[in-house]
């Protein structure tokens, strides 16, 4: 278990997903209809850039892809900006976030998220190293210009591929300066 801060306490009331910025349908889901979608399975190994794996995992969860296509990216959108609870961000190019076998995830091995593994609701793109994977997951913005997130703003690398072992790069400052619009 990995993350910057403390475990949030979520209220699934006022639970809302949100995707927006360069898409035709910007759309906000509250949790019963994230838990009425169809969902799909993953296995995997996950990376993280501290030089820990965790191999043989299997995730079910919401495919991102249907939520790509039900707010339909625009001509222009070419990456992500993903947020989560606490004002975590991670950044990612929209091909690696565009893949079938990314979900916003409910369940590891069969059982519900605990809290510290980002329950109920977490990001998983297990190509990349795993900090991209956010936990306590909240929405995501397509952008038409890459923008650094958290780690990412803290050195990190903007696309993170473990196998090229991507894991530092220098976001660049004036875009930091100037914001994610
Ligand atoms: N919201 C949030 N998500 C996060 C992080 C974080 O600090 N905050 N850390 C990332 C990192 S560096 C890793 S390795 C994984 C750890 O996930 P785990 O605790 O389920 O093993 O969560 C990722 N997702
Ligand atoms: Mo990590």
Known sequence: ???????????????????????ERPFEMDWQELLSLPRRKT??????????SRYDNVFGGVPVQDLLQRAGVRAEGRFVLVSAEQG?????????????????ALTHDGEPLTPEHGGPVRLLVPHVYFW?????????????????????QNGYHMRGDPWAEERFGRPDPVRMRRGPR
């Open 88 to 104: 975590f961000t991670t950044n990612l190019p929209l091909e690696d976030f565009d893949r079938p076998e990314n979900l916003l």
């Open 1 to 23: 278990m990995l993350h910057y801060g403390t475990v949030p306490a979520i209220d699934l009331q006022g639970w809302r997903f949100t995707v927006r910025g360069a898409v």
């Open 43 to 52: 296995a995997c190994d996950i990376h993280c850039v501290t030089r820990w």
């Open 132 to 152: 991209k994977s956010a936990k306590w997951v909240k929405g995501f913005e397509v952008l038409d210009e890459d923008y650094p997130g958290f780690w990412e």
